[in-house]
C-alpha cells in the first residue's frame, strides 16, 4: 500500500513538472489548440530603446484584459503566420503612460517576430506579427514636430511625412507631465490637432480628453508604425518623436 502512495505521488510530481515546463516553453500553436480566438485583435507595435538597444513592445491592453502574454521566434527568417514558430517568453510587464498601455522589453541579439496576446470576453485576442528591426533600422528618438497653438486649447502637430513611403499609420499620444495620457489615436496624416478627430482613424481613448490648462506642461509622442508594426524609418533610419511643449 505504501509502494502504490509512493508511485502516486511520484507521477503526480512528474506531471506537475511536466505542466510547468509546458507553460514556458508552450508555443503559440498550442495555446490556441482548442480556443476561440480573434487575429488582430490587439492593439501593438515595437520600437527599438534609445539607449540601450533592446525591444520595446507597446501593447494596448482593453478593459478586462487578463493573462497577457509576449511570444516571440527564434529568429526573423521564418514564416511570421506559423504559429507553431512562436514560443512564450516570461518578461516583465511593465506599465507606459501609468497602465493606460503596456510595454514588454527585451534583450534580443537578433531580429525576430512578436505576437502579443491576451483573453478578453472567453477568447483569446491576438495581435498581428511585429517585425523587430533593432539591428537593421534602430529606431531613432528626436522632436523634430512643429506644434501651431493659434487655436487656443488646440495645438496643431504636424512633423515630415516618410520620404519613402513605408509609413502605414501614426499613433500620436497626448499626456500631462506626469506622464497621464490624455488622448491616444491614430491618423494616416502627417498631422494631428487636440481634439479634433476629423482625421482620426483609430481611436483608443475611451474617456472625452480634459480640457488643457493655460501655461501647465505637457508632452506629445508620434510613432511612425510600418505595416509590420515596427515603429518606422525615415532617410534609412527609424523614428519615434517625443515633445514637450507649455499650452497657450
Same mark, same amino acid.
Given at each position: 500500500?505504501?509502494?502504490?502512495?509512493?508511485?502516486?505521488?511520484?507521477?503526480?510530481?512528474?506531471?506537475?513538472c511536466?505542466?510547468?515546463?509546458?507553460?514556458v516553453?508552450?508555443t503559440?500553436a498550442?495555446y490556441?489548440?482548442?480556443?476561440?480566438?480573434?487575429m488582430?485583435a490587439v492593439i501593438?507595435?515595437?520600437?527599438?530603446d534609445k539607449?540601450s538597444?533592446?525591444?520595446?513592445?507597446f501593447?494596448?491592453?482593453e478593459?478586462?484584459?487578463?493573462?497577457i502574454r509576449?511570444?516571440e /521566434?527564434s529568429?526573423?527568417?521564418?514564416?511570421?503566420?506559423?504559429? #507553431? *514558430?512562436?514560443t512564450?517568453?516570461?518578461?516583465?510587464?511593465? @506599465?507606459?503612460f501609468n497602465?493606460?498601455l503596456?510595454?514588454?522589453?527585451?534583450?534580443?541579439?537578433?531580429?525576430?517576430?512578436?505576437?502579443i496576446?491576451?483573453?478578453?470576453?472567453g477568447e483569446?485576442?491576438?495581435?498581428?506579427?511585429?517585425?523587430s528591426?533593432?539591428?537593421s533600422?534602430?529606431?531613432v528618438?528626436?522632436?523634430?514636430?512643429?506644434?501651431?497653438?493659434?487655436?487656443?486649447?488646440?495645438p496643431?502637430?504636424?512633423w515630415?511625412?516618410?520620404?519613402?513611403?513605408?509609413?502605414?499609420?501614426?499613433?500620436?499620444v497626448?499626456s500631462?507631465?506626469?506622464?497621464?495620457?490624455?488622448s491616444?489615436?491614430y /491618423?494616416y496624416?502627417?498631422?494631428?490637432?487636440y481634439?479634433n478627430? #476629423? *482625421?482620426?482613424v483609430l481611436n483608443?481613448t475611451?474617456?472625452? @480628453?480634459p480640457?488643457?490648462i493655460?501655461?501647465?506642461?505637457?508632452?506629445?509622442?508620434?510613432?511612425?508604425?510600418?505595416?509590420?508594426?515596427?515603429?518606422?524609418?525615415?532617410?534609412?533610419?527609424?523614428?519615434?518623436?517625443?515633445?514637450?511643449?507649455?499650452?497657450?
Open positions: 500500500m505504501k509502494k502504490i502512495a509512493y508511485i502516486i505521488m511520484y507521477v503526480f510530481v512528474l506531471m506537475s511536466s505542466k510547468d515546463h509546458d507553460d516553453v508552450q503559440l498550442t490556441m489548440e482548442g480556443e476561440a480566438f480573434e488582430g501593438a507595435c515595437a520600437a527599438s539607449d538597444g533592446n525591444i520595446l513592445t501593447y494596448y491592453p478593459k478586462g484584459a487578463s493573462d509576449y511570444y /521566434t529568429g526573423h527568417q521564418v514564416d511570421a503566420n506559423a504559429f #507553431s *514558430n512562436y512564450r517568453v516570461l518578461l516583465n510587464n511593465a @506599465p507606459f497602465g493606460y503596456g510595454k514588454f522589453t527585451q534583450r534580443a541579439s537578433k531580429e525576430k517576430w512578436i505576437i496576446t491576451f483573453e478578453l470576453d483569446i485576442k491576438i495581435s498581428n506579427p511585429i517585425r528591426k533593432q539591428i533600422k534602430p529606431t528618438w528626436n522632436n523634430e514636430v512643429a506644434i501651431n497653438q493659434s487655436q487656443s486649447g488646440m496643431d502637430f504636424m515630415q511625412d516618410n520620404p519613402v513611403g513605408d509609413n502605414a499609420i501614426y499613433f500620436q497626448l500631462d507631465e506626469n506622464n497621464n495620457l490624455l491616444g489615436t /491618423t496624416e502627417n498631422r494631428f490637432q481634439y478627430t #476629423s *482625421n482620426v483608443v475611451t474617456e472625452s @480628453p480640457v488643457l493655460l501655461n501647465e506642461n505637457y508632452n506629445f509622442t508620434l510613432m511612425d508604425i510600418s505595416l509590420d508594426n515596427w515603429v518606422n524609418w525615415v532617410n534609412w533610419v527609424n523614428w519615434v518623436i517625443q515633445k514637450p511643449f507649455i499650452s497657450e
